[in-house]
């Protein structure tokens, strides 16, 4: 059975997440989090330091650190969930494949383990991430060419939608105009979360009040 997805604009240390993040992971005892993929940063620094805390607060027993340039990524067999947990979306699907860590991720959703991704990176689980270069340089692609993304899920994701409503005019029409060249594109705010199934169009966003008081 393919693998439940959760998707999220913002880290996964956000308070009203907790309860969210904890009914997700329920049954997890070992979790990798993959590293944000920015050479320019530290592997255990800002977002991903923030994932490895949230899912041992989450009750996940074992939380490892995968940096894509040193690590391979886990086999089922040896881990229950896996977490993208930032980035640019760029250079981590740039990593994700030419370490053949897509490969192995692949593998762990098709054997049913659940897959968190938050941030930016959020954008390498769908069709593309062509659309962001719409957005101008703000998502700088930092060399890297392929934009075809993982397509694990049938449709490509915008995060942090409520910041481009807010600092561009022109972002209903810049939407349009991604979507007519790139296909669905789902945008996600940062007071929302998305769950979704591998190549299924079926998906439940949860906001950010009825999360915080137990409602779906």
């Given amino acids: 059975m393919p693998s439940p997805i959760l998707i999220v604009s913002t880290n996964l240390a956000v308070p009203w997440l907790a309860g969210e993040l904890r009914g997700f992971v329920q049954g997890c005892t070992r979790a990798a989090v993959v590293t944000n993929a920015e050479p320019r940063r530290p592997a255990t620094g800002g977002d991903t330091r923030?994932?490895?805390?949230?899912?041992?607060?989450?009750?996940?027993?074992?939380?490892?650190?995968?940096?894509?340039?040193?690590?391979?990524?886990?086999?089922?067999?040896?881990?229950?969930?896996?977490?993208?947990?930032?980035?640019?979306?760029?250079?981590?699907?740039?990593c994700l494949r030419e370490t053949g860590a897509d490969d192995a991720l692949e593998e762990l959703v098709a054997s049913g383990r659940p897959v968190i991704a938050a941030g930016l990176a959020v954008c390498v689980l769908g069709r593309t991430v062509a659309h962001l270069r719409e957005l101008?340089?703000?998502?700088?692609?930092?060399?890297?060419?392929?934009?075809?993304g993982l397509g694990l899920l049938p449709f490509s994701v915008l995060p942090s939608a409520n910041r481009w409503r807010t600092s561009r005019r022109d972002f209903a029409a810049t939407l349009e105009v991604a979507e007519t060249r790139y296909g669905r594109l789902v945008t996600l705010d940062d007071d929302e979360v998305l769950?979704?199934?591998?190549?299924?169009e079926m998906m439940q966003r949860v906001r950010r009040d009825s999360a915080a008081s137990g409602r779906n």
């Fill in 136 to 148: 101008g340089p703000c998502v700088p692609t930092m060399g890297c060419r392929d934009i075809v």
């Fill in 195 to 200: 769950r979704a199934a591998p190549g299924s």
């Fill in 50 to 94: 923030l994932a490895l805390d949230a899912l041992r607060q989450a009750g996940v027993a074992e939380v490892g650190l995968r940096d894509l340039l040193d690590d391979e990524l886990p086999r089922p067999e040896t881990c229950d969930c896996v977490c993208l947990a930032g980035g640019n979306p760029f250079y981590l699907l740039h």
